[in-house]
Each structure stands twice: as C-alpha cells, then as structure tokens.
C-alpha cells in the first residue's frame, strides 16, 4: 500500500525539549510538506521541500527545523524555541511541486507539550 | 499575498438534504486551482474536489459539486443526499499555477448531518 506514515499518533514532551516528528512516503514524491494546525485554523504551512538536500520555510518556520537526506523521509523537529508547539501536525506530499498534482496527507501527529 | 475565507464556522444538515459550503478567495493571479477537502474525526485530510481556473465547467465528483464562479472569487461546495459519514470539518484550499505552488487554506466549516 503506497502512503505516508506518521509516527507516533500521540506525543509528549516537557517544555524545553526538542522533539522529532517522523514522516515517512513510498508513493516517489519529489515535493513533501509540514503544516500545522490549531484549533478553529486551517492548515498552515511550516516547511517544504522540493527535492532532496533542499527546503524551504513556510509561513512559520520560526521554531522549527527540517531535513531531507532522502526522498521518502522529511522528518520535523520542534525545537524549545517555539513558543507554542502543542499542536496537530501534519505531513504531505505530492508528485512534483506545483500544480495540478494533488498533496496527500499523512494521519498527522498530535503533539502536547507541558 | 492570497487569503481563503470559509465564513461558516459550522452548518448543520438533516441526512439526504443538500447543502452548500461556502469559500472566497482573494487573489490577483489568473491561472489557479481551488480544492475542497475533508477531515473526519480520525483527522485525515481527503481530497473531495479540485477546480482548474481556467476550466469553466463546475467540477462534480459523484454527490460533490462546486460552484465556482472566477469573478466573483467564490467556489461553494455542494454536498447532495448528505449521509451521515459526510459529517467533518471542510476545508477550502488555493494553490496557485504559476509560484511554488503551496495550498492556502481557509480556517474550516464543521459540517454536521442529523439523521
């Protein structure tokens, strides 16, 4: 079955750690994708890449970090400089960037830091 | 810049009625495309329908359909026969042709279906 995985579902950390999110494809996507989402917010786009060894931010990068060694992994880290990182976070991807190709999403990470 | 706008917080609708999402755009751009997608309570994101700009024809998916009209920078959603797994926030999306690409998306409308 081709898709994205996200792992995990749930994740806690204390205030002041980092923490990785993992998002993982096997559908051969060059472009993958991180968004955030709060509630009563669509979706807002943190990072992306377009290709491998390439990324760039998004609308809210501040506090977050990414990489993108290989095709099918863009993991996130969320770093103790942001602010308000409890969140649901979702990964994305699409066939190549721009359109009219279609992103498909990942289940998302819920993310509660205390 | 382009903003997406979902004025509907919430709609509610009784099973096998019809009802309509509505979303504007603001953009000065004029090759484009618009989506609609879906997010159940599990939280994934479905696509439900996509419009090209440039295509005058509405796009309809089964009991999906839109209305979009270029200029007027509107693109409602029309859900006929609503079942109750149409229940779920719905979110309206742009993604231009021309830069990098990216979806924009509106802040949502939670759909509920009594039965």
């Known amino acids: ?114 | 810049a382009q903003t997406v706008t979902q004025s509907q917080p919430e709609m509610s609708v009784q099973e096998a009625e019809t009802v309509t999402l509505s979303c504007t755009y603001d953009t000065s751009e004029s090759d484009y495309y618009l989506f609609w997608y879906k997010q159940p309570p599990s939280r994934q994101m479905i696509l439900v329908i996509r419009q090209e700009a440039y295509k005058q024809q509405n796009a309809t998916e089964n009991r999906f359909s839109v209305n979009f009209q270029k200029a007027a920078k509107s693109f409602s959603l029309k859900i006929s026969d609503s079942q109750l797994g149409d229940a779920a926030m719905y979110f309206c999306a742009y993604r231009s042709a021309l830069r990098q690409g990216n979806l924009i998306f509106g802040k949502g409308t939670k759909l509920s279906v009594k039965p």
Not at chain 1, 11 to 38: I, P
Not at chain 1, 58 to 72: F, M, Q
Not at chain 1, 77 to 91: G, H
Not at chain 1, 99 to 111: D, H, M, S, W
Request: hydrophobic letters at 25%; aromatic letters at 14%; proline letters at 5%.
């Open chain 1, 1 to 114: 079955d081709g898709g994205i995985t996200q792992s995990p579902k749930y994740l806690f950390r204390k205030e002041g750690q980092n923490v990785t999110l993992s998002c993982e494809q096997n559908l051969n996507h060059d472009a993958m994708y991180w968004y955030r989402q709060d509630p009563g917010q669509g979706l807002r786009l943190i990072y992306y890449s377009q290709i491998v060894n390439d990324f760039q931010k998004g609308d809210i990068a501040e506090g977050y970090s990414v990489s993108r060694e290989k095709k099918e992994s863009f993991p996130l880290t969320v770093t103790s400089a942001q602010k308000n990182p409890t969140a649901f976070y979702l990964c994305a991807s699409t066939l190549k960037q721009g359109a009219p190709y279609e992103q498909y999403f990942g289940p998302g990470t819920r993310l509660t830091v205390t």
